[in-house]
């Protein structure tokens, strides 16, 4: 049965939020950073539904998830988002795996709720303040944002896809469906571009001295062909983070779930069952 295939909806602070589930067993949550949404743990997500009880979002604003450009969008917003999602759904502790922004909801959910987590995996994660990267920090500039309207199209997308990339010949037509899905109409380019707007480094200042006090076991993973995000940030992570885990992945860039979408499992079902 294809994860993807059974799309379930829920009113999270009065918005719709899609998501995908399957399997059973101890709760897995895939949390997508910017520019992707659910569809970027598809290769990855077969490896644990035999065992786990499968959780894949669209965060609010990407997907097929609202897109309410009223909203905040923020990475606190989300990850207290993904804390009501999981109360609606009774689940009372989850294992969380993060990539790109999705790793700063991540550490922003484990410091707040350390209790209703099993394990942390952040890949490729943002983390303090080096990042946002451009660029990001020039959508919050009106007039940036307006031509970024105007002259955001697929070829130029694709190239941003493809830098992503270590294995470049990954980028085909298959998978830039999926990327340029949301930016068919209007609605949900803006709402990338609100998505960026909202993205704000001091999110994650604020909680640096408490990052150092995350006890769950976390596991920290580097694409080392990651043009978007140094290695600085993998690197202080894990020198902060006492119970982590730093491994490097020669041959993945910033998309490590489509580089080596095995791999990337692999290390993620050694975590989880050794936590």
């Known amino acids: ?3 993807f295939n059974y799309p379930q909806s829920i009113k999270i602070q009065n918005n719709n939020i899609r998501y995908y589930r399957q399997g059973s067993g101890e709760c897995l949550v895939f ?13 990855v997500i077969a490896y644990f539904t035999n065992k786990y009880d499968v959780i894949a979002i669209d965060l609010l604003g990407c997907g097929d998830s609202e897109k309410d450009l009223q909203e905040d969008f923020s990475l606190k917003r989300q990850a207290h988002l993904i804390k009501d999602l999981l109360s609606e759904l009774q689940i ?3 294992h969380l795996v993060c990539h790109d922004v999705g790793g700063g909801i991540g550490q922003i959910f484990a410091v707040n709720y350390p209790k209703m987590l099993y394990s942390l995996c952040l890949i490729n994660s943002v983390a303090y303040d080096f990042w946002p990267v451009q660029p990001i ?27 992503g990339l270590y294995h470049k010949d990954k980028c085909n037509d298959e998978l830039m469906s999926y ?6 109409d209007s609605s949900g380019k803006k709402a ?7 993205l704000n480094n001091q999110n994650l200042l604020e909680i640096e001295k408490e990052i150092s006090e ?7 993973i580097r694409g080392e062909a990651d043009v978007y995000l140094s290695s600085i940030i993998a690197e202080k992570l894990h020198k902060n983070i006492a119970n982590s885990k730093l491994i490097r992945i020669k041959t993945a860039g910033h998309f490590l779930q489509i580089d080596e979408p095995e791999m990337l499992s692999h290390e993620i079902l050694n975590h989880i069952s050794n936590k």
Do not use: N
Request: aromatic letters at 16%; one cysteine or more; charged letters at 20%.
């Open 31 to 43: 949390v997508h950073g910017i520019t992707t949404y659910s569809f970027i743990w598809k290769s």
């Open 179 to 184: 990327f340029w899905k949301p930016f068919k």
């Open 137 to 163: 920090i020039a959508m919050r500039t009106p007039i940036i944002r307006q031509l970024a309207m105007a002259s955001l199209d697929f070829g130029v997308f694709s190239l941003i896809i493809k830098r």
């Open 1 to 3: 049965m294809e994860i």
């Open 192 to 198: 990338f571009l609100h998505f960026a707007k909202c």
């Open 92 to 94: 009372e502790k989850a």
């Open 214 to 220: 995350i006890e769950i076991p976390t596991l920290i």
